[in-house]
């Protein structure tokens, strides 16, 4: 009987790759399932088995043990006598002292106004003329004369734009909590109006924006009719500019900031960002990070070699500058310190890439390579994107509760208030505060929210 042929040994390269493929069919079959929750955008696995403690850690770093302070000044004294017997065990009490006790409250209520506005003729054009005070958002009357007040207003675009609540809740709320009844369509009508009314604060925004020698900018989808947009931030450390656009093309920031655009122009390494050719770019390293990451979860034996290298010297460049700002290096070290993480990383990009996903980010890097570490040679600026990410995270929230827009108009005034609400907390300005002034603003006094710098 002949001897039957022996099977060959398995390959090593064959084991190698089906290792590799089967570890991407996990991962795609969890990005699938991921896709189909309902939480999925907050879902991050399992929880800890071994949580940190909850709270700051005692000792010398826990810092300031704050407590509410005491109101300086009260509209109402309330007291309380001593009680005459004890509650546990019924004996006679026999008094001692006062202790004092502080509140802060709010009021549950709405106040009604009636104002009695004089008017005449001009004798001379002919025109009617009528009084405003100066709680008054205008001088309508007739139909439009039973109206809502500023303040309450200012609230309402609030809650919608800046804590996300939707119309239905809003009128609910200001039902139940102020016993104020306004329909849904009130309030929408409410919020197209006053992004009407701050239609010059948010052009002065856009103007100090385009001005800046400083700007990071990020883009997320929207809605808005249930077609496909983008919300785009370009935000400075001093103010916020958003627009709805349904492009994602180099045209929206080209609108913002002009096409020859000087400044330092911090970014996600988006290609349309590229187009300013004049800017001074600034790539976000935590997006480089998180490909890095992203590509050690799925990589397989000398796979991982190359994003662990551009990790390793990615967080170089970051340790690197927190020992500049501290001051435990001069400027002349970080320049040469610099230099070798350049040229570490410029050998790295320049080597062979077998695997697609290392050659992708290659790629990338080196197409974007002079700005990684731009926030190294031009101190003050930004390593990452956070600015325009931490810009987005509140639309974000927002885009879970009501999904975007109905009608182009409605996006418009969503840009607007978003704009001004955002830049009046960089200011430092109360935001219900100048909402309510605009409203109350007679036509061509509306108040400033930011000065514009010269040209």
Known sequence: MPDLPQPSPPCP?????????????????????????QAAPFSKGDPNSAPKRPGRKPGEDYGIKAHREPPRTFDETLDTPCPS?????????EPEGIESQYQDEIVRSHIRRRFHNGYGRCRQCRRVVRSRHPLQTSTATGAAAAQVGPDAQALIVRM???????HQKISRHFKSTFGLSITRGGVTQIILRAAFRCGSAYRDILIFVRRSEEVY??????????????????VTRMATAYLIRPSRGADVPEEVLSPDYAGFFGHDGWAPYDRF??????TCNTHLLGRCRNLLKVATAGAVRFPRAVKAILQAGLALRDRRDAGQISPQGVAVARGRLESKLLRLLGSRMTHP????????????????????RIPGVEATNWMGEQAMRPAVVNRKVWGGNRTPRGAIAQSCLMSVLRTCVQQGHDGLDFISRTLRAPPGHAPKIIAVPAS
Not at 85 to 93: D, E, F, M, T
Not at 277 to 282: D, F, L, T, Y
Not at 357 to 376: E, P, S, V, W
């Open 13 to 37: 390269r064959c084991s190698q790759l089906e290792v590799e493929l089967a570890k991407l069919r996990a991962r795609i079959e969890d990005l699938e399932r991921s896709q189909k929750r």
């Open 85 to 93: 017997s004890c509650p546990h065990c019924g004996g006679k009490v």
């Open 277 to 282: 050719k004049e800017a001074i770019h600034g």
């Open 160 to 166: 919608n734009k800046e804590l996300g609540a939707s």
């Open 217 to 234: 900018a990020d883009e997320t989808g929207w809605k808005v009719g249930g077609w496909l947009h983008w919300l785009w931030g370009f």
């Open 357 to 376: 996903g290392n050659a992708k980010l290659a790629n990338h890097m080196a197409r974007h390579f002079d700005q990684i570490f731009t926030y190294l």
